[in-house]
């Protein structure tokens, strides 16, 4: 998985408790991408980032935040989080446009 | 309407088949057009790319882009059991759209 954890790999939480997702890479990849997969729906882009403390919102972006402190870890965090974020979480990292590599996911049920 | 459609399937063919798999776009201003493919409880992994138009080959697999009619697909020939996956499209730069993706099986 190209240098890329995340961590916890799977997690059960209640509803309305905040949780946070960790991605962290050996790359040292200038971008960084937090992705929701849903069957159906496919990958969709929660937010990224274009370096250390720039962060950009992408598609389904509402309920989560993001945080990059250190070139190596992006953080995802569920403020408050609903039954509708049950999903599995995937990392991605790139250099280039068109080369994005994943990580292993992150199964996240909320009850 | 998505911005890239992708026929979910599943789709079952025999092994030494040959695979066509395909996506249909809808934004032109994004030049890269990318396949994943990703196998039960893994993370996609970057199959091939193409930019602009044309066609692309590495090995059994060619992808192929047709921006007149904004569709692209992705070619697999002598099918293996091994290539039994999820396969997605996805087009864009840093900021990727994905098809919902294609469950492919290959009966041995």
């Known amino acids: 998985d190209a240098g890329i954890t995340q961590s916890p790999r799977h997690k059960v939480t209640e509803t309305g408790t905040p949780v946070t997702l960790r991605c962290h890479q050996t790359e040292n990849h200038r971008y960084m991408y937090w992705y929701r997969q849903d069957p159906g729906h496919g990958l969709r882009l929660i937010h990224y980032?274009?370096?250390?403390?720039?962060?950009d919102k992408g598609e389904v972006s509402d309920g989560y935040s993001v945080s990059r402190s250190k070139t190596e870890d992006f953080l995802l965090t569920l403020e408050s989080a609903t039954s509708s974020q049950t999903s599995v979480y995937f990392c991605?990292?790139?250099?280039?446009?068109?080369?994005?590599?994943f990580g292993p996911g992150t199964r996240l049920t909320v009850t | 309407q998505k911005e890239v459609e992708q026929d979910p399937g599943p789709l079952s063919v025999p092994e030494g088949a040959i695979v066509s798999l395909n996506c249909t776009y809808s934004n032109s201003a994004f030049q890269y057009f990318m396949w994943y493919r990703q196998y039960s409880r893994k993370g996609p992994e970057l199959l091939m790319y193409t930019y602009s138009s044309g066609n692309k080959e590495d090995g059994r697999f060619t992808a192929q882009v047709d921006k007149s009619s904004k569709y692209i697909s992705l070619f697999i020939r002598d099918s293996q059991p091994s290539d039994s996956a999820t396969y997605l499209c996805?087009?864009?730069?840093?900021?990727?759209?994905f098809g919902q993706g294609t469950r492919l099986t290959i009966n041995p």
């Open positions: 980032s274009y370096g250390v403390k720039d962060t």
């Open positions: 991605a990292i790139s250099e280039k446009d068109y080369e994005q590599y």
């Open positions: 996805a087009q864009g730069a840093q900021k990727l759209v």
